[in-house]
């Protein structure tokens, strides 16, 4: 039987990463202050890229961030760049992200990826980083 979800383990400076490809979902949460990100980043593009050759109709990305460091904020863009372009293989795409109650700066950060893309992103308040 084929294996449905990707994981990528969480250490002290990368998150945790599920890649449920049955249901079209992915999760990132914790913390990205590595000082090289590109290993972890190029591990979420191969997961995308075989989530892609499923051809499923939905991809649901849930992204909850505790923190990430300005060199990871661009790994950031490119990785929510390629999640969107799914959309030209007729893949409705939601980008769900979560912030922990008065991080203002988490929040903006949602806020300004959703304006640089030009696609909305779900902004949600939660209580648990873990969710």
């Known amino acids: ?4 979800i990707d994981t990528i383990k969480k250490t002290n400076k990368t998150p945790l990463v599920e890649f449920n490809y049955s249901i079209g979902t992915i999760k990132i949460s914790g913390k990205m202050i590595s000082e090289n990100p590109m290993e972890f980043f190029d591990q979420l593009d191969a997961m995308l ?10 991809l649901t990305a849930n992204i909850y961030l ?4 300005s060199v990871s904020s661009k790994g950031f863009l490119k ?14 795409v ?5 912030y922990q109650k008065d991080d203002i700066e988490l ?4 806020e300004d990826y959703a304006f640089i893309l030009q ?13």
Not at 49 to 58: E, H, T, V
Not at 80 to 90: A, D, M, P, T
Not at 107 to 110: I, L, M, S
């Open 107 to 110: 929040k903006e950060a949602g």
């Open 79 to 92: 990785f929510l760049r390629k999640i969107i372009s799914v959309k030209e293989n007729g893949v409705k």
């Open 1 to 4: 039987m084929e294996q449905n």
């Open 66 to 69: 505790d923190y990430f460091n």
């Open 119 to 131: 696609y909305p992103f779900n902004i949600t308040e939660c209580n648990d980083s873990k969710a």
């Open 94 to 98: 939601e980008i769900n992200w979560f």
């Open 49 to 58: 890229d075989r989530f892609s050759l499923l051809q499923k109709p939905a």
